[in-house]
């Protein structure tokens, strides 16, 4: 008998684990986990925060476990396999669960269902507003999936949840606070651009000035335009400016990479 069998033996129900990574993360995370404080089983992986985010932390769980970053991708599969339940959600700690999308889970975990996975439509709040346009909406995230049918994938910083088996799709929302202001959203970038600005590096890509110069332009013109960041407002705006550029970004910090490393001419190769 399996363990998620052995659950189901002893609860009646599949046994639903949410697992979350934290840092620093003091202003967020109550709400996230008081959105799924009916779970079975809460199990955080923090990234040794220096607030209080551990002791916000444990009036939800006695499951808080501290480890060093080793980055976004082996952070989430090592959350993920610390949990027991049937049923594992996963959640970053600024995202909560609408009661919409709990009660759907709450249906699946008691359902015999064939599906393995669940995705569900992610809606952003930020600078005052839902962000329904510019590529920000629906943001269809795979959250919850069966024991053993689910692994944390992608390239950091960009995660990706995927599961080996059929997936279907929920209609309630994971609310997602993503920036707390426009400079949480600029260190950010800053952050990211350079995660994969190395990763570019080590891969021996070499910095042109050709993508540096189109590849912003055409990122402002897909998420204004085509993907109609306009009807978000002033939002839809500033967004469509800096998704331009983190573009603009990444190049930039290739480049240096490259200068940093002695120079030499430049190689084709931009991914």
């Not at 551990?54 to 939800?60: D, I």
């Not at 015999?112 to 629906?138: C, E, K, M, N, V």
């Not at 085509?226 to 800096?242: E, N, Q, S, T, Y």
Request: aromatic share 10%; hydrophobic share 40%; net charge positive.
């Amino acid at each position: 008998m399996s363990r998620a069998e052995e659950f189901d033996t002893a609860m009646g129900d599949p046994l639903l684990s949410v697992a979350i990574i934290t840092f620093n993360e003091e202003h967020t995370i109550r709400e996230c986990l008081a959105s799924v404080a009916w779970a079975d089983e809460i199990v955080v992986v923090d990234s040794c925060s220096t607030d209080a985010t551990v002791a916000v932390c444990r009036e939800f769980t006695d499951c808080v476990v501290q480890r060093p970053w080793p980055g976004h991708v082996l952070q989430k599969q090592y959350a993920l396999e610390q949990t027991r339940g049937a049923w594992i959600l996963c959640l970053d700690a600024d995202e909560r669960l609408s009661a919409a999308a709990a009660d759907e889970v709450r249906a699946i975990v008691r359902a015999a269902d064939a599906a393995d996975g669940y995705t569900f439509p992610r809606r952003s709040f930020y600078l005052g507003r839902w962000i329904r346009h510019g590529g920000w909406y629906p943001d269809r995230k795979l959250r919850l999936v069966r024991r053993g049918r689910g692994r944390w994938t992608g390239t950091d910083p960009h995660d990706k949840l995927v599961t080996d088996g059929v997936t279907r799709d929920c209609a309630g929302s994971i609310d997602h606070y993503v920036y707390r202001d426009i400079s949480q959203q600029l260190a950010t970038v800053d952050s990211f651009s350079r995660i994969t600005a190395a990763q570019w590096h080590r891969a021996g890509v070499r910095p042109r000035l050709l993508p540096m110069l189109v590849r912003p332009a055409l990122k402002f013109l897909e998420t204004y335009i085509w993907k109609r960041g306009m009807l978000d407002g002033m939002p839809g705006f500033i967004i469509a400016v800096i998704s331009s550029y983190y573009v603009f970004l990444k190049h930039a910090k290739l480049w240096e990479l490259a200068q940093a490393q002695g120079g030499g001419r430049p190689r084709p190769g931009i991914p």
